[in-house]
């Protein structure tokens, strides 16, 4: 969803397009975090949705509940998939390691399952990014896969990637290196794809002054 490190000259989700709603069968603590923000954020808050794929679930969750969504995203495909799902939102292509001032200023920015596209040295510094976007309320909730590589290669759809993990107290730790404070980690086990699931940690926490 974030970049093309693996096939120079186009982003890998591209190939993979609307493949990816499908490997993912158990969405709930994902939409728990959306449901979270939208008791939390006021009305018309702004939220960044830093890698949206396709725009479902959260997205879409976010906007119909009236919170103002801008998306960014690498792929193009995929973004023409959220467009067409969720009207209301705004959508850039844009690549996660290249978050400016041009994208404004927002209350909250979500993160799920983008930042493993990532390698370790890099992630960091989109953390810094995101918080220097933050105002208000300065809320962020981020998911990744549970685990403990760098950069490790997988087959996804038949695309080869290269995937990032933390343990848990590990992505704490660096969120909070990156100037947040963690409010929330908890794991989770989801289903994925038929007869496979995963475990995964979802975080969330507010930007320090």
Request: one cysteine or more; proline letters at 6%.
């Amino acid at each position: 969803m974030t970049t093309g490190q693996d096939t120079p000259g186009q982003c890998p989700f591209d190939l993979i397009g609307e493949r990816y709603e499908q490997s993912f069968q158990d969405r709930a603590a994902q939409v728990a975090e959306g449901d979270w923000l939208i008791g939390t954020l006021p009305a018309g808050a702004r939220v960044l949705d830093v890698g949206c794929g396709s725009g479902v679930p959260t997205a879409r969750q976010l906007s119909d509940a009236g919170l103002t969504v801008v998306g960014i995203d690498e792929s193009a495909t995929m973004l023409r998939l959220a467009g067409s799902r969720v009207p209301a939102a705004t959508f850039v292509r844009q690549d996660v390691r290249a978050l400016g001032p041009e994208l404004g200023e927002f209350d909250a920015a979500v993160s799920f399952f983008a930042l493993l596209m990532l390698g370790r040295k890099e992630i960091p510094a989109v953390l810094r990014a995101i918080r220097a976007r933050l105002r208000g309320p300065r809320l962020l909730s981020l998911a990744m896969v549970l685990g403990d590589f760098d950069l490790a290669p997988i087959s996804f759809f038949d695309v080869p990637l290269h995937v990032t993990a933390y343990p848990a107290d590990q992505l704490a730790a660096v969120v909070s290196d990156a100037g947040f404070e963690v409010t929330g980690l908890r794991q989770v086990r989801a289903k994925v794809a038929p007869g496979r699931t995963e475990s995964q940690v979802y975080l969330r926490a507010v930007a320090t002054d």
